[in-house]
């Protein structure tokens, strides 16, 4: 029941963050060009946020009692396993699908800025993530049973 709640909720926060990004993005680039932003984005992130909180839905259901220390360390490996993913592959794949082919697509120069990007913004998605992964937990703890 943990991992069927953790891809629901991984789904969703993945929606709101993607759309969060597009929001910040427009605005930071001096406007706002559509509500919904690009749909390359949100299939980027779909993926690896099921993956990430369906694991972690399975593995807070079996501990209940974890230490902050411990969760910071969960939210440093899932943090960067998303922005790497959704920053190489998830790019590749959502332009791929969105643009209908690769042919136009720097596949080399998305891999390696991706995994740049991945390190780099570590400061900002490591406290997003311990955030939400906080909020997870709660929820996980409340209304799953104790096995």
């Known amino acids: 029941m943990g991992k069927l709640i953790g891809i629901l909720f991984g789904l969703i926060?993945?929606?709101v963050t993607a759309w969060m990004f597009e929001r910040m993005a427009g605005i930071m680039a001096g406007g706002i060009?559509?509500?919904w932003g690009e749909s390359w984005l949100y299939i980027s992130v779909t993926i690896p946020f099921a993956i990430v909180f369906?694991?972690?839905g399975g593995y807070f259901q079996k501990?209940?009692?974890?230490?902050?220390?411990?969760l910071w360390q969960i939210g440093i490996g899932s943090a960067f396993f998303i922005t790497l993913y959704s920053g190489t592959i998830g790019a590749?794949?959502?332009e791929a699908l969105i643009r209908g082919s690769m042919e136009t697509m720097n596949v080399e120069g998305t891999l390696v800025w991706g995994t740049i990007y991945a390190f780099v913004l570590l400061p900002v998605t490591v406290p997003f993530a311990r955030f939400v992964i906080d909020i997870?937990?709660?929820?996980?703890k409340k209304i799953t049973p104790v096995p």
């Open 136 to 140: 997870f937990y709660k929820l996980i």
């Open 92 to 94: 590749i794949i959502g």
């Open 33 to 35: 060009t559509s509500f």
């Open 54 to 56: 369906g694991i972690l």
């Open 63 to 70: 501990h209940r009692e974890l230490s902050n220390k411990k």
């Open 13 to 15: 926060i993945s929606a």
